[in-house]
C-alpha cells in the first residue's frame, strides 16, 4: 500500500482492528477498506450495516485470546498478507480517585492497556513478513486531567508500551506506534456536549485550532502509520490534538 491510500501491485494485505464498530474505529475501518486493506474488525457491538457490509465482524472482548485467533485467522484467509493491527478499543469512567471502585479501575486498565498487549502479541505471531502495528493512545495520556486517573493511566500505558514492543519487535520487521487523538467529534462526545457534560466554549479555549477534531482525521493518522508511507517511523506516538497537548499560555496582542 502507498501513502495516498490506494492499492499498490505488491501482496493485497488485511487487517484487524478493534473496537471498530463506532466512532474512531469506524473512521479507521473505513479508511483501511478505502485504501484497499481487507479488515476484519472485533467488537462487543454489531456494527451498522455501512461497516458489516464493507468489513468481516467478529463479536467479542478484544482481550479474549480466542477472539483474536479467530479475527487474526480471518484476516489471514482474506489476503496474501495480514499485515495491520490496529487497538482501538478503550473506555472511559470518569470518578473521583478517593472513592473509585476498585473492579472500575481493573476494568479499565484492562479494556485499554491489557487488550492492546494480548492483541498486539498474538498479531505479531502471526505477522511472518512483518508489518505494521497502531495503538489508540489519547492526549489523556500526556496531560492531567482531574477525575480521568483510570483512563489517563491506561493511555499512558500504552504508549509507554509502543515504545518497548517496538524496540523488541524492530527486527522482525514489525513496526509498533501510537495515535493520541484529543477531543474528537464522535457520537459520545457529541451527546455529552449536547447534555451539558462538556462545555464547549471553555473546551475550544484550550484548543489552539479552536475546534475539535473528526474522527476521519485521526484515521488519516493511524492509515500513515499503518502504511509505508511511515516505514522508518517506529515507536513513536502521534498526537492529533489540534494542539491541545503544546498549549502554553495565551497569545496576548
Same mark, same amino acid.
Given at each position: 500500500? +502507498?501513502?495516498?491510500?490506494?492499492?499498490?501491485?505488491?501482496?493485497?494485505?488485511?487487517?484487524?482492528?478493534?473496537?471498530?464498530?463506532?466512532?474512531?474505529?469506524?473512521?479507521?475501518?473505513?479508511?483501511?477498506?478505502?485504501?484497499?486493506?481487507?479488515?476484519?474488525?472485533? /467488537?462487543?457491538?454489531?456494527?451498522?450495516?455501512?461497516?458489516?457490509?464493507?468489513?468481516?465482524?467478529?463479536?467479542?472482548?478484544?482481550?479474549?485470546? !480466542?477472539?483474536? %485467533? #479467530? &479475527?487474526?485467522?480471518?484476516?489471514?484467509?482474506?489476503? /496474501?498478507?495480514?499485515?495491520?493491527?490496529?487497538?482501538?478499543?478503550?473506555?472511559?469512567?470518569?470518578?473521583?480517585?478517593?472513592? =473509585?471502585?476498585?473492579?472500575?479501575?481493573? #476494568?479499565?486498565?484492562?479494556? +485499554?492497556?491489557?487488550?492492546?498487549?494480548?492483541?498486539? #502479541?498474538?498479531?505479531?505471531?502471526?505477522?511472518?513478513?512483518?508489518?505494521?502495528?497502531?495503538?489508540?493512545?489519547?492526549?489523556?495520556?500526556?496531560?492531567?486531567?482531574?477525575? !480521568?486517573? &483510570? =483512563?489517563?493511566?491506561? %493511555?499512558?500505558?500504552?504508549?509507554?508500551?509502543?515504545?518497548?514492543?517496538?524496540?523488541?519487535?524492530?527486527? !522482525?520487521?514489525?513496526?509498533?506506534?501510537?495515535?493520541?487523538?484529543? =477531543?474528537? &467529534?464522535?457520537?459520545?462526545? +457529541?451527546?455529552?456536549?449536547?447534555?451539558?457534560?462538556? /462545555?464547549?466554549?471553555?473546551?475550544?479555549?484550550?484548543? *489552539?485550532?479552536?475546534?475539535?477534531?473528526? *474522527?476521519?482525521?485521526?484515521?488519516?493518522?493511524?492509515?500513515?502509520?499503518?502504511?509505508?508511507?511511515?516505514?522508518?517511523?517506529?515507536?513513536?506516538?502521534?498526537?492529533?490534538?489540534?494542539?491541545?497537548?503544546? =498549549?502554553?499560555?495565551?497569545?496576548?496582542?
Amino acid at each position: 500500500m +502507498n501513502e495516498n491510500g490506494t492499492a499498490s501491485n505488491g501482496p493485497i494485505l488485511s487487517a484487524v482492528v478493534t473496537g471498530g464498530s463506532s466512532g474512531i474505529g469506524a473512521a479507521i475501518v473505513a479508511r483501511f477498506v478505502q485504501a484497499g486493506v481487507a479488515v476484519v474488525q472485533i /467488537d462487543l457491538q454489531e456494527p451498522p450495516a455501512a461497516i458489516t457490509s464493507s468489513a468481516h465482524f467478529v463479536q467479542g472482548s478484544s482481550g479474549d485470546a !480466542r477472539t483474536l %485467533k #479467530r &479475527a487474526i485467522t480471518t484476516a489471514q484467509g482474506l489476503a /496474501d498478507r495480514f499485515g495491520i493491527f490496529c487497538a482501538c478499543a478503550g473506555i472511559s469512567n470518569p470518578g473521583n480517585s478517593l472513592h =473509585y471502585p476498585d473492579s472500575e479501575w481493573q #476494568r479499565i486498565v484492562d479494556v +485499554n492497556l491489557s487488550s492492546v498487549f494480548f492483541g498486539a #502479541r498474538q498479531a505479531a505471531t502471526a505477522m511472518e513478513a512483518g508489518g505494521s502495528i497502531v495503538a489508540i493512545g489519547s492526549v489523556h495520556g500526556h496531560l492531567g486531567f482531574g477525575g !480521568r486517573a &483510570a =483512563y489517563s493511566a491506561s %493511555k499512558a500505558g500504552v504508549i509507554g508500551l509502543v515504545r518497548s514492543l517496538a524496540i523488541e519487535w524492530a527486527p !522482525r520487521g514489525i513496526r509498533v506506534n501510537s495515535v493520541s487523538p484529543g =477531543y474528537t &467529534a464522535t457520537d459520545l462526545v +457529541n451527546r455529552n456536549i449536547a447534555s451539558g457534560a462538556i /462545555d464547549t466554549e471553555q473546551l475550544r479555549s484550550r484548543i *489552539p485550532a479552536n475546534r475539535l477534531g473528526t *474522527p476521519q482525521e485521526v484515521a488519516e493518522a493511524v492509515w500513515f502509520l499503518a502504511s509505508d508511507a511511515s516505514s522508518y517511523v517506529t515507536g513513536a506516538d502521534l498526537l492529533v490534538d489540534g494542539g491541545l497537548a503544546a =498549549y502554553g499560555l495565551p497569545l496576548n496582542g
